[in-house]
């Protein structure tokens, strides 16, 4: 099932707020206000500062996380009351979960951008999987803080 309009963000988590948001502004900013629906992870980094910059912009954000709202960090609950959708898989516990959180990301979206400083796997495999299903698919490198 693929969401009318919809929009999955990837990346690192290893991103700070500022360069976050500049690289929004440059990749993104020309999408919004079209009746959209942008996908984000949850996570700390390019997902947190996704999630602030579309709200701010008036902007229709899901965030799909892999267990529950309560197995969730701390820091992320109070974006639960302000996001408008939070998909919650209620996977088990096991170390592949946020692979299938973000492939199933992927699978409700029509195109994917992904932010990658260059670490960690996760932002890389969403984007190889994302070809895989034949998505459009912009990636773009990130200088790490």
């Known amino acids: 099932m693929t969401v009318k309009n919809s929009i999955t963000i990837t ?13 929004f502004e440059q990749h993104l900013s ?55 959708r939070v998909v919650e898989l209620q996977l088990p516990r096991r170390k592949n979960a946020y692979a299938i959180r973000n492939r ?3 699978d409700l979206s029509q195109v994917v951008f992904g932010f990658w400083t260059g670490k960690g796997g996760g932002t890389i495999k969403t984007l190889r999987y994302a070809l895989r299903q034949r998505k459009e698919v912009h990636g773009f490198p990130v200088a790490a803080e």
């Open 11 to 23: 990346g690192s988590r290893d991103v700070d707020r500022e360069t976050a948001r500049t690289l």
């Open 104 to 106: 199933h990301m992927v």
């Open 30 to 84: 020309s999408l919004l206000h079209q009746g959209r629906t942008w996908l984000v992870g949850g996570a700390r980094g390019i997902d947190e500062w996704a999630m602030e910059w579309f709200l701010e912009n008036s902007e229709i954000c899901w965030v799909v996380i892999p267990y529950t709202r309560a197995k969730q960090p701390k820091w992320v609950h109070p974006w639960f009351e302000q996001i408008d």
